[in-house]
Antibody, heavy 120, light 107 residues
Framework: QVQLVESGGGVVQPGTSLRLSCAASGFTFSNHGIHWVRQAPGKGLEWVAVISYDGKTKYYADSVKGRFTISRDNSKNTMYLQMNSLRAEDTALYYC?????????????WGQGTLVTVSS | DIQMTQSPSSLSASVGDRVTITCRASQGFKNYLAWYQQKPGKVPKVLISAASTLQSGVPSRFSGSGSGTDFTLTISSLQPEDVATYYCQKYNSVPWTFGQGTKVEIK
């Protein structure tokens, strides 16, 4: 079955960096766009970034543009989120989510999330 | 960017009640609208895509409708297991915006 497993979260100080990973299994990873979505404690869902199935197209939310970089390694069935210049407002549970197809679609599977806490 | 506004932000209803949640877009778009259910402490789960297509395994008491700027999620007969926060989401174009969520509780 489809499985998405995030890792790399932790407690970091403002201004520092962190790299999250999303390891996929149970489907043909290279056929699907993958997204990062975050949820601050007690808050709603916020879309963060997307990378196309082939890694050639990437888009970001305005709140993270210029600080976060999304990438993928289809040979390892893994996607990454490099987060630089972290701020307190980046504190959230970060989910990776798989598109139903490779065509800018809705999310049919989600990981369990990895918690990022930015605090001094 | 298109903004998605849900109403109400929360509601309390009795078991068996009909519940309606509305999602309004700041600009009209084709029916690339999904609804997700997030139960407390759990991962979001897609209920409906393309505004009205029920996902496999989702109970038929859930339905979606709408087009353009106004979309609706209806639970025809609220059950205790439906306690959750529900989110609409615009997809198919950047950004994949979520509504702010509607928390559904049992009275």
């Amino acid at each position: 079955q489809v499985q998405l497993v995030e890792s790399g979260g932790g407690v970091v100080q403002p201004g520092t960096s962190l790299r999250l990973s999303c390891a996929a299994s149970g489907f043909t990873f290279s056929n699907h766009g993958i997204h990062w979505v975050r949820q601050a404690p007690g808050k709603g869902l916020e879309w963060v970034a997307v990378i196309s199935y082939d890694g050639k197209t990437k888009y970001y939310a305005d709140s993270v543009k210029g600080r976060f970089t999304i990438s993928r390694d289809n040979s390892k069935n893994t996607m990454y989120l490099q987060m630089n210049s972290l701020r307190a407002e980046d504190t959230a549970l970060y989910y990776c989510a798989k598109e139903w197809t490779n065509a800018d679609d809705y999310f049919d599977s989600w990981g369990q999330g990895t918690l990022v806490t930015v605090s001094s | 960017d298109i903004q998605m506004t849900q109403s109400p932000s929360s509601l309390s209803a009795s078991v068996g009640d009909r519940v309606t949640i509305t999602c309004r877009a700041s600009q009209g778009f084709k029916n690339y609208l999904a609804w997700y259910q997030q139960k407390p402490g759990k991962v979001p789960k897609v209920l409906i895509s393309a505004a009205s297509t029920l996902q496999s395994g989702v109970p038929s008491r859930f339905s979606g409708s709408g087009s353009g700027t106004d979309f609706t999620l209806t639970i025809s007969s609220l059950q205790p297991e439906d306690v959750a926060t529900y989110y609409c989401q615009k997809y198919n174009s950047v950004p994949w915006t979520f509504g702010q969520g509607t928390k559904v509780e049992i009275k």
